[in-house]
């Protein structure tokens, strides 16, 4: 299983962007790359997923650098709304692994 | 939209009780996983399956074990509840077709085991 690491937590304010970093080191040529987003009380949800480059939907952007090693979540003028975990996970198999996340903190 | 039900939103057991928590998806998916959440400890894998009467451990098994008789439903079952099983226990489905198949998630069980 391919192992991320994360920052364990990070603060921002209301309406700027915020890139948080996952490193992927042992990534495998079929392994995509997904992170979800889990406010308090709820079940993770779906946010974004990428292979190679750069995916762009209604929520975020995933940027992937050629050797994919790592990739950045950057999420465009941040809200209130926005303070959740942020997992980073790179999925190979049917056994899929979470680790510890990101604990994104936005400040008025 | 995918809906993954989790039978009880919040239970309260005494330990040594047998307790069975109930996960029900509606979107005929092949895999199903029981996660369980700690402060902390982001999400752990107790158990998968990843078809009807086939299970899989995850990374912590141990006081756990699971039963998958339809494919809509993974019960988790705790035959002699501890304390230390008071936690978040989360349910999700995911279909079968690439690596690239989202995780659903249901609401969660707060379970506490007194």
């Known amino acids: 299983l391919a192992k991320t690491t994360q920052p364990i937590s990070m603060d921002s304010y209301e309406g700027q962007e915020v890139n948080i970093t996952c490193s992927h080191n042992?990534?495998?040529?079929?392994?995509?790359i997904t992170w979800y987003q889990q406010f308090p009380s709820q079940g993770p949800r779906f946010i974004i997923q990428g292979y190679k480059t750069k995916v762009t939907n209604e929520v975020a952007s995933l940027f992937i650098p050629a050797d994919r090693k790592s990739s950045t979540l950057s999420l465009p003028r941040v809200s209130l709304s926005d303070t959740a975990v942020y997992y980073c996970l790179v999925v190979r198999d049917d056994k899929i692994i979470f680790g510890k996340g990101t604990r994104l903190h936005i400040l008025p | 939209d995918v809906k993954v039900t989790q039978s009880s939103r919040y239970l309260v057991k005494r330990t040594g009780e047998k307790v069975f928590l109930e996960c029900v998806q509606d979107?005929?998916?092949?895999?199903m996983f029981w996660y369980r959440q700690d402060p902390g400890l982001g999400l752990r894998l107790i158990y998968f399956s990843y078809d009807v009467k086939m299970k899989e451990k995850g990374d912590i098994p141990e006081g756990y074990s699971v039963s998958r008789e339809k494919k809509e439903r993974f019960s988790l079952i705790l035959e002699s509840a501890s304390t230390n099983q008071t936690s978040m226990y989360l349910c999700?489905?995911?279909?079968?077709?690439?690596?690239?198949?989202?995780?659903?998630f249901g609401s969660g069980t707060q379970l506490s085991v007194l």
């Open positions: 979107m005929d998916h092949e895999n």
């Open positions: 042992n990534i495998a040529t079929n392994d995509y």
């Open positions: 999700a489905s995911r279909g079968a077709g690439a690596h690239n198949e989202k995780l659903f």
